[in-house]
């Protein structure tokens, strides 16, 4: 208790309470969890949801994200009440035809769908990976195209590691490394991640776990049973995630002024499996839309695919991602939640604290 007492005082000495307002823009990295339709505008990537029925639900088309409508980070935006980000790749190819003059102000999403952290990670399907990603932003950054004062006060969100994982138990591919130097490896590339881009200037960085792979539909290409999760999978995932938590509980130390918070998505999903009815869910095992057996046979959109009447109740839209309905009860954890959610605090305290000069 003294010792908690003792670093809220420090804290509360080192900054100050601004609105959440003056959180201008985010800068977002990851995979399919956060794509706003990178993938999209790359013609040489085969991971694609710019089809029907994806988007359905609330922009009424297609967009790229693989999801029935809103992700976190769009939810995040409109707490904040700053317009979504665009897809990078999008941004650059309007600057360039000149039907825009300069980069968004409320900052840009970089995520690519089918992505890793690791490079070789689907490097087969024209994805783009994490390093590829900070490239894009760190050419940005050294050509003057963001100002540094946004990026200083905006949110920098992280989320990576399913893709990895997954393919890490894709039967007949066998893995070069064992469970934990391959964990090892992954967690090494997020430690690179967070050290460039608070060297291009962030400040605040929220990253957030990944969510238990073992349980979404898709497990039954990996020979798993349908009638639970694949808890080998899962494992793997809690010990990547214990590496994320120990690189966020080392922000603050290494880096001057930047604040660290961690997301732990995979302990709120498991909190809706098992207690659907208390989050207003029916379905936590099948794909909305999907095909064979959970719905976790083929991507939604292709194939002999079906589509459930009320997604809202279920907790994944396709054989891998979660619904609009999931996404915005996992962001108001993030934003509102206590520490079994986020920690050492919340978006919304995130978005109202600063470094002091």
């Given amino acids: 208790m003294e010792k908690f007492l003792l670093f809220s005082m420090f804290f509360l000495i080192l900054t100050k309470l601004v609105p959440a307002a003056n959180i201008p823009a985010i800068f977002t990295f990851g995979d399919s969890i956060f794509d706003a339709g990178n993938n999209h505008f790359n013609k040489n990537?085969?991971?694609?949801?710019?089809?029907?029925?994806?988007?359905?639900?609330?922009?009424?088309?297609?967009?790229?994200?693989?999801?029935?409508?809103?992700?976190?980070?769009?939810?995040?935006?409109?707490?904040?009440?700053?317009?979504l980000q665009k897809p990078y790749l999008e941004v650059e190819m309007q600057v360039r035809n000149g039907s825009s003059k300069s980069y968004p102000a409320n900052g840009i999403n970089f995520a690519s769908a089918g992505s890793g952290v690791l490079s070789e990670t689907n490097g087969n399907l024209g994805v783009t990976p994490i390093r590829a990603q900070l490239q894009q932003f760190e050419e940005l950054v050294k050509l003057e195209k963001i100002d540094k004062k946004i990026i200083q006060e905006a949110f920098f969100l992280f989320e990576s590691?399913?893709?990895?994982?997954?393919?890490?138990?894709?039967?007949?591919?066998?893995?070069?490394?064992?469970?934990?130097?391959?964990?090892?490896?992954?967690?090494?590339?997020?430690?690179?991640?967070?050290?460039?881009?608070?060297?291009?200037?962030?400040?605040r960085i929220a990253i957030f776990s990944v969510?238990?792979?073992?349980?979404?539909?898709?497990?039954?290409?990996?020979?798993?049973?349908?009638?639970?999760?694949?808890?080998?999978?899962?494992?793997?995932?809690?010990?990547?995630?214990?590496?994320?938590?120990?690189l966020v509980n080392q922000i603050s130390k290494r880096f001057p002024k930047a604040i660290g918070v961690y997301g732990a998505t995979y302990d709120i999903v498991k909190l809706f499996i098992a207690s659907p009815k208390h989050y207003g869910l029916s379905n936590t095992s099948n794909a909305c839309c999907g095909e064979g057996a959970l719905g976790g046979m083929a991507q939604c959109g292709t194939g002999q695919y079906t589509?459930?009447?009320?997604?809202?109740?279920?907790?994944?839209?396709?054989?891998?991602?979660?619904?609009?309905?999931?996404y915005k009860l996992i962001t108001k954890a993030f934003w509102g939640g206590k520490q079994s959610r986020i920690r050492p605090f919340n978006l919304k305290t995130l978005a109202n604290i600063t470094s002091t000069p």
């Fill in 45 to 83: 990537c085969t991971v694609q949801a710019d089809f029907q029925p994806y988007g359905r639900n609330f922009f009424h088309y297609p967009t790229g994200r693989f999801t029935n409508g809103r992700t976190v980070a769009d939810f995040v935006c409109e707490l904040l009440g700053i317009d």
């Fill in 307 to 326: 589509v459930c009447e009320n997604p809202n109740e279920f907790l994944f839209w396709d054989f891998f991602h979660p619904s609009e309905h999931a």
């Fill in 211 to 246: 969510g238990p792979v073992g349980c979404v539909p898709a497990r039954v290409l990996l020979g798993a049973s349908i009638d639970g999760c694949y808890e080998e999978v899962n494992q793997m995932v809690k010990k990547y995630n214990l590496g994320l938590e120990g």
């Fill in 161 to 203: 590691g399913s893709n990895d994982i997954f393919q890490y138990f894709i039967p007949f591919d066998t893995p070069k490394l064992d469970v934990d130097a391959f964990v090892k490896a992954m967690v090494t590339e997020v430690e690179h991640l967070i050290g460039r881009i608070y060297v291009l200037g962030a400040r």
